[in-house]
């Protein structure tokens, strides 16, 4: 695809890369509503107190939705990612990426702001680049199965509650999973910035909407 608002030597330099495929696109905002909801829940009865709240209240209710739903989605990028090879190819950390995790970080504190070029260049075989490996991977595989595990006993699984309860673990468990709940929050707020450092603001967001991203 040509732009008329390039020339013609510079249209040559610029390629598309594939890099999100149509499934992980949908399940990636699909993922934002729920997180969505389950910050703006989380926070409602951090305010407002769980203690005091209605055990009937409508938003413990949605809170919970939310939590059955971050479930499911994560089993499907899970199983998704694994049937599609997708998870070895992009997400595995290599020997190189260990190399690669300081120079990565250079670039985002201080290089980035001289104009210096990122030491990581996106492709269809290598999507992250280390830094972003290490926070997708702690994300999916350490953030959620936390918050998940954590949450169990307050899911009114009778079961599993009275084995919480018997324990002793209900309050430690909920302290983890506010903990948790805050230090992801953290990690959003990061994220989103991380979103805007692409060729334009803009050209990341573009690219989980439409798949490809243009690099010169």
């Known amino acids: 695809r040509t732009c008329p608002c390039l020339l013609e030597e510079d249209q040559e330099k610029m390629k598309q890369i594939c890099l999100h495929p149509l499934p992980l696109r949908i399940w990636h905002w699909l993922n934002a509503l729920i997180v969505i909801v389950l910050i ?19 938003v413990l209710l949605w809170h919970k939705l939310a939590g059955i739903a971050m479930m499911v989605a994560t089993a499907f990028w899970l199983i998704y990612t ?35 070029e990122n030491p990581f260049q996106a492709s269809a075989a290598e999507k ?8 997708y991977g702690a994300v999916m595989f350490v953030f ?46 990061f994220h989103l910035y991380m979103a805007t450092l692409g060729e334009t603001f803009f050209s ?4 989980m909407i439409v798949g490809y991203e243009e690099q010169g």
């Open 40 to 58: 703006a829940t989380g926070l409602y009865m951090r305010l407002r107190g769980v203690a005091s709240l209605n055990p009937h209240d409508p």
């Open 82 to 116: 694994i049937s599609s090879e997708d998870l070895r190819r992009r997400l595995k950390i290599k020997k190189s990426d260990l190399k690669g995790a300081y120079p990565q970080a250079r670039y985002y504190l201080f290089s980035m702001f001289k104009g210096e």
């Open 128 to 135: 992250y680049n280390p830094l972003q490996k290490m926070a």
């Open 144 to 189: 959620i199965p936390v918050l998940t595990f954590t949450g169990l006993p307050f899911m009114d699984i009778p079961l599993l509650r009275d084995y919480f309860l018997s324990a002793k673990l209900v309050g430690p468990l909920g302290a983890l999973h506010v903990l948790f709940a805050y230090l992801f929050v953290l990690y959003l707020i």
């Open 204 to 207: 990341h967001t573009q690219a």
